[in-house]
């Protein structure tokens, strides 16, 4: 299964800027602890963005696609506004995610299509000059890479799913400094991963969803100890229908997952992992029937954010970005601007390196006159 595509804009030089303001709800959102801009980003139409990672202050990269056909994107921001860079010989490709571990390496994982052939992994690799691709297991005629975590040079992991006999299992990939090679997790199923976290060398977390005909799709966490993969109990909703989308860590004993529940109504889920169980936290009320939480990152124990959208409840419906934060005591959502003619979605959350954060997404105008385009947020001090 492709994860499904968003919906999202930047005021463009090129265009009439639309109005920015906070959510039509203000005043049901807590005041925000950072000041946050919508931040202009390349005029390339059908744009949506799916990853965010800073390295520094002076280099973010942002990654994602333009759909139909598919033309992989990587934006980069250099401490003064976004660019495009050259992605390499890349046709027919999606980037869903990225990671930055220095100046000259950074790496954006995602899928590429080939016709009859199936679809293929993509492992692409920032050398500090160019942005190339390099080779990484296709152990199916399916495979998809959904998230990626780096804890050095040389111990990077890549996750996602592949085709199998019941139409998807968990895939994840493994980079030692030299080469990608498949890491098993001798398990079965209906199984897709969608992110991964990595706390240290033998402490690291890949999460999606499962299917089972007893309970439907529900919540999966998978742990790395150094020597193997263990699935670790999540706990069953009885919606049966728990995906989970995101995940960030603040230690070992202290983890985030976010996702969502439900059919009708669809509401955002926030999942912790206290070093023992995992279980899912009160959400902050929103006056909606339809969110998703799709990103979350953990900067310490009492300041953790995440990023998402929900759909109003208006007679023509628009999607609304969504963004809330743990203080260390409770979940609340924060005002963040949006753009108002249209539909705004917000995909992944990543610290700048400055004391603030990414985010980013898409935008699409409520009367579709303009195609899909990329959608930048930053929070400031």
């Known amino acids: 299964m492709k994860n499904e595509l968003a919906i999202i804009l930047v005021c463009l030089s090129a265009l009439p800027c639309p109005s920015y303001g906070a959510d039509f709800s203000a005043a049901t959102i807590t005041a925000p602890e950072l000041a946050w801009s919508v931040v202009p980003s390349p005029r390339e139409g059908g744009v949506t963005l799916y990853g965010v990672a800073a390295f520094s202050s002076s280099q973010t990269w942002a990654v994602g696609d333009i759909y139909s056909p598919l033309v992989?994107?990587?934006?980069?921001?250099?401490?003064?506004?976004?660019?495009?860079?050259?992605v390499g010989t890349l046709p027919n490709s999606s980037l869903r995610d990225v990671v930055a571990i220095a100046a000259n390496d950074a790496w954006a994982v995602g899928y590429q299509e080939v016709g009859d052939d199936g679809d293929l992994t993509v492992t692409q690799h920032w050398d500090g000059l160019r942005w190339s691709r390099i080779a990484s297991p296709n152990p199916s005629t399916e495979n998809y890479l959904n998230g990626v975590a780096a804890l050095a040079t040389n111990d990077v992991w890549a996750v996602g799913h592949k085709g199998n006999s019941v139409l998807y299992g968990e895939l994840i990939l493994h980079w030692n400094g030299n080469a990608w090679s498949v890491s098993s997790t001798e398990q079965s199923g209906y199984r897709v991963l969608t992110d991964v976290a990595a706390v240290s060398p033998n402490d690291v977390w890949a999460i999606g969803y499962q299917f089972s005909f007893n309970h439907g799709y529900q919540g999966l966490a998978l742990h790395w100890n150094g020597t193997g993969w263990s699935d670790v109990a999540m706990p069953v909703t009885d919606d049966g229908y728990t995906l989970l989308n995101g995940?960030?860590?603040?230690?070992?004993?202290?983890?985030?997952?976010?996702?969502?529940?439900?059919?009708?109504?669809?509401?955002?889920?926030?999942?912790?992992?206290?070093?023992?169980?995992?279980?899912?936290?009160?959400?902050?009320?929103?006056?909606?029937?339809?969110?998703f939480l799709k990103s979350v990152t953990a900067l310490a124990p009492n300041d953790v954010w995440a990023a998402g959208y929900f759909t109003d409840r208006g007679v023509i419906a628009k999607d609304h970005n969504l963004v809330e934060h743990w203080d260390g005591i409770s979940w609340t959502r924060v005002a963040v601007p949006e753009i108002r003619q249209g539909n705004n979605e917000l995909w992944a959350i990543a610290p700048d390196q400055a004391g603030g954060l990414w985010t980013v997404g898409s935008f699409l105008t409520a009367d579709f006159s303009r195609p899909v385009t990329s959608l930048i947020l930053r929070g400031t001090h």
């Open 247 to 291: 995940i960030a860590a603040v230690s070992a004993s202290d983890v985030w997952a976010v996702g969502s529940s439900g059919v009708n109504p669809i509401k955002p889920l926030i999942a912790h992992w206290d070093g023992l169980t995992w279980s899912y936290l009160p959400n902050p009320a929103l006056p909606t029937d339809y969110a």
């Open 72 to 86: 992989p994107i990587i934006y980069r921001w250099n401490g003064a506004g976004w660019t495009s860079v050259p």
